[in-house]
Every structure is written in structure tokens, then in C-alpha cells.
């Protein structure tokens, strides 16, 4: 049985995610700073080990001063 945070759709978001940090030229520990989370929270998200919710999407997203739309397409 296949896991929901494998599935293409949700890699495709977290590959957006990650993307937009990389360019914005952040680490992961500043990205989890501006989220008062610690560094491994974000590591997580990017390796699929942590599901993240819609409005943990939307904190993440606002970082980038972009809507949930820009990263769910």
C-alpha cells in the first residue's frame, strides 16, 4: 500500500517547496527560524518523513510571499 506523502502529487509539492527555498538562498535552518520550528522540522518535510498540513503549507508558502496555489497545482 502505497503511503500518501509518496504519492507524485505530494513530491511535486514538496519538490516546489524546497525549490522556492533554495532559491530564495535560505537554509533550512533559516526557514525553520522564520517558522519558530527547529531545522529538523524542515528537514523532514523535504525528505517526505513529516506530512504536512494545509496551513503548515500556508506558513511555509508566506515565507515566499506566495499563495498555497503557487505550490498545490
Known amino acids: 500500500m ?28 533559516e526557514v525553520a527560524e522564520k517558522l519558530s520550528k527547529p531545522q529538523s522540522y524542515v528537514s523532514k518535510i523535504e525528505s517526505g518523513e513529516r506530512r504536512l498540513d494545509i496551513v503548515e503549507i500556508k506558513n511555509i508558502a508566506s515565507i515566499d510571499k506566495k499563495s498555497i496555489s503557487f505550490f498545490i497545482k
Open 2 to 29: 502505497n503511503k500518501s506523502t509518496y504519492t507524485k502529487d505530494y513530491q511535486e509539492i514538496i519538490s516546489r517547496l524546497k525549490q522556492a527555498r533554495i532559491r530564495l538562498g535560505f537554509s533550512q535552518q
